[in-house]
């Protein structure tokens, strides 16, 4: 098995997050996928099985669990597979349905890739529920910004948007991993997508991934691409829109995500990032 190294999200090799990749999977199992990604330790492998028609079908794996899909792992993958074979179009098949996913190099040399999610949809989150997942983070209602109401939303994973009213609150994560985790497999939600808005199109993000095993990941395609759904969905942002968002900042490990919101209900969201090896 090769397995690669890359970081998403950003170009330097100790920012944005890391993802494991195997560009061919075929013949591997679904143990080995799982005990290879609890190896490589990092919050989600891929594993591809090129197809005879060009295309890929690809899994996600984190140290503990699949989930059905991974926008930073899309995003290692897509620029792994153009390293190898060259930049252009390419078309994932994944468990949440299938990813398109487009290369291009920047003058620099760098690889740039942008998927596009399958369509976004969100839904309330029960009271309850967010009594418990406020609880669990240490929050309380007077922390949250009324002008972005709690919601799950999803761009291929469900993920809880939770919106800080202060970039001081973002900053200060020390949260109940056990209960949160516990919280988060009975409603099947990937990550926490804890936000901030900076200004109309610039966010900053963080976001729990304890289902996973991970405490937070510095880099989260998928909840940014729920989110650009949701901002559409509720007429939260002018459209269409390219939104900035900022994460991994307040671990070490800074990325930049770009994500484009078509006009239209139906479209997918664009999450748009670099790839580079690591090591």
Same mark, same amino acid.
């Given at each position: 098995?090769?397995?690669?190294?890359? /970081?998403? &999200?950003?170009?330097?090799?100790?920012?944005?997050?890391?993802?494991?990749?195997?560009? !061919?999977?075929?013949?591997?199992?679904?143990?080995?996928?799982? =005990?290879?990604?609890?190896?490589?330790?990092?919050?989600?492998?891929?594993?591809?099985?090129?197809?005879?028609?060009?295309?890929? @079908?690809?899994?996600? &794996?984190?140290?503990?669990?699949?989930? $059905?899909?991974?926008?930073?792992?899309?995003?290692?993958?897509?620029?792994?597979?153009?390293?190898?074979?060259?930049?252009?179009?390419?078309?994932?098949?994944?468990?949440?349905?299938?990813?398109?996913?487009?290369?291009?190099?920047?003058?620099?040399?760098?690889?740039?890739?942008?998927? /596009?999610?399958? #369509?976004?949809?969100?839904?309330?989150?029960? #009271?309850? @529920?967010?009594?418990?997942? %406020?609880?669990?983070?240490?929050?309380?209602?007077?922390? %949250?910004? $009324? =002008?972005?109401?709690?919601?799950?939303?999803?761009?291929?994973?469900?993920?809880?948007?939770?919106?800080?009213?202060?970039? #001081?609150?973002?900053?200060?994560? !020390?949260?109940?991993?056990?209960?949160?985790?516990?919280?988060?497999?009975?409603? @099947?939600? =990937?990550?926490?997508?804890?936000?901030?808005? #900076?200004?109309?199109?610039? &966010?900053?993000?963080?976001?729990?991934?304890?289902?996973?095993?991970?405490?937070?990941?510095?880099?989260?395609?998928?909840?940014?691409?729920? &989110?650009?759904?949701?901002?559409?969905?509720?007429?939260?942002?002018?459209?269409?829109?390219?939104?900035?968002?900022?994460?991994?900042?307040?671990?070490?490990?800074?990325?930049?995500?770009?994500?484009?919101?078509?006009? *239209?209900?139906?479209?997918?969201? *664009?999450?748009?990032?670099?790839?580079? $090896?690591?090591?």
């Amino acid at each position: 098995m090769d397995i690669l190294r890359y /970081v998403a &999200f950003s170009t330097d090799p100790h920012g944005g997050n890391p993802a494991g990749v195997v560009l !061919d999977a075929a013949g591997i199992d679904e143990a080995t996928m799982a =005990a290879t990604a609890a190896e490589v330790g990092y919050s989600e492998t891929a594993f591809a099985v090129p197809r005879a028609d060009g295309t890929l @079908d690809i899994r996600y &794996f984190s140290p503990q669990i699949e989930v $059905p899909f991974c926008g930073h792992a899309t995003i290692a993958t897509a620029v792994a597979h153009a390293h190898r074979h060259g930049v252009g179009d390419l078309l994932l098949r994944t468990k949440a349905g299938p990813v398109p996913v487009t290369t291009s190099t920047l003058p620099d040399g760098t690889v740039v890739a942008t998927l /596009v999610s399958v #369509e976004p949809r969100d839904e309330e989150i029960a #009271e309850d @529920d967010l009594a418990e997942l %406020l609880a669990a983070l240490g929050w309380s209602a007077d922390d %949250l910004d $009324p =002008a972005l109401p709690p919601r799950a939303a999803y761009g291929g994973a469900w993920h809880p948007v939770i919106a800080a009213a202060t970039r #001081e609150r973002l900053a200060e994560l !020390d949260y109940d991993m056990a209960a949160l985790g516990e919280l988060m497999a009975r409603r @099947d939600w =990937a990550t926490v997508a804890l936000v901030h808005r #900076e200004s109309e199109t610039v &966010f900053h993000a963080r976001n729990p991934f304890p289902p996973g095993g991970v405490f937070e990941d510095p880099a989260t395609g998928a909840a940014a691409a729920a &989110f650009g759904g949701y901002l559409r969905s509720h007429g939260l942002v002018d459209l269409p829109a390219t939104l900035t968002i900022h994460q991994g900042v307040d671990m070490g490990r800074p990325s930049l995500l770009t994500v484009g919101v078509p006009a *239209q209900r139906s479209s997918g969201i *664009q999450v748009t990032g670099t790839a580079v $090896p690591i090591g």
